[in-house]
């Protein structure tokens, strides 16, 4: 006769099954934990916690959404930023006074200041960038496929990685993180 599966071990399953694990996965998984469980024991276990999983997947759903609303509410902050700037055209006080004490020449602060003008300015590419990444995740958000990706959990790991590259505030790492294949 086979050992009953406890609570403890049951409510595990159950977790790893809505984070979208594969019953074979978990199989796996329980059994370096440690666990030996069937297949059939899985299913079961799916089978009479069905209220509990959609419970636990509408959470997710809605700290997904949560997360998808962060991400949009920072992408628009770093936009109103960026345009910003892009319009200011002061020159930094050291550059001005490298100049007037005589450190740099006229070649010098025009040069300078012309790539600081530049790396001010947004650039069509850019614009684009957003849009693109805006209309993404209103698709996201409203379960329907983008060009990006038709897999849900994908589209996930893509806003993961979106979130962290905002958050490190490196262009680079946002750049690639809206274009995958950078």
Do not use: C, H, W, Y
């Not at 934990?33 to 089978?47: M, N, Q, R, W």
């Not at 990706?149 to 505030?169: C, H």
């Amino acid at each position: 006769m086979k050992k009953a599966i406890d609570t403890q071990t049951e409510v595990r399953i159950v977790a790893l099954l809505a984070r979208g694990d594969k019953q074979a996965d978990i199989q796996s998984q329980m059994k370096k934990e440690g666990v030996d469980i069937t297949l059939p024991t899985i299913s079961k276990i799916k089978a009479r916690n069905t209220e509990a999983l959609q419970a636990i997947k509408g959470e997710m759903v809605k700290v997904e959404a949560s997360k998808s609303a962060t991400i949009l509410e920072k992408s628009r902050n770093l936009i109103e930023k960026k345009l910003d700037i892009s319009n200011d055209e002061t020159i930094p006080q050291e550059l001005q006074d490298a100049f007037d004490n005589g450190d740099i020449d006229a070649k010098q602060f025009l040069d300078r200041k012309q790539a600081i003008l530049n790396k001010r300015k947004v650039t069509i590419g850019e614009l684009n960038m957003v849009a693109k990444e805006a209309f993404n995740q209103s698709q996201i958000e409203s379960g329907k496929p983008t060009s990006i990706t038709n897999s849900p959990e994908q589209a996930k790991k893509n806003l993961v990685t979106l979130l962290r590259a905002i958050n490190s505030g490196k262009e680079e790492d946002i750049v690639k993180a809206i274009f995958l294949d950078a």
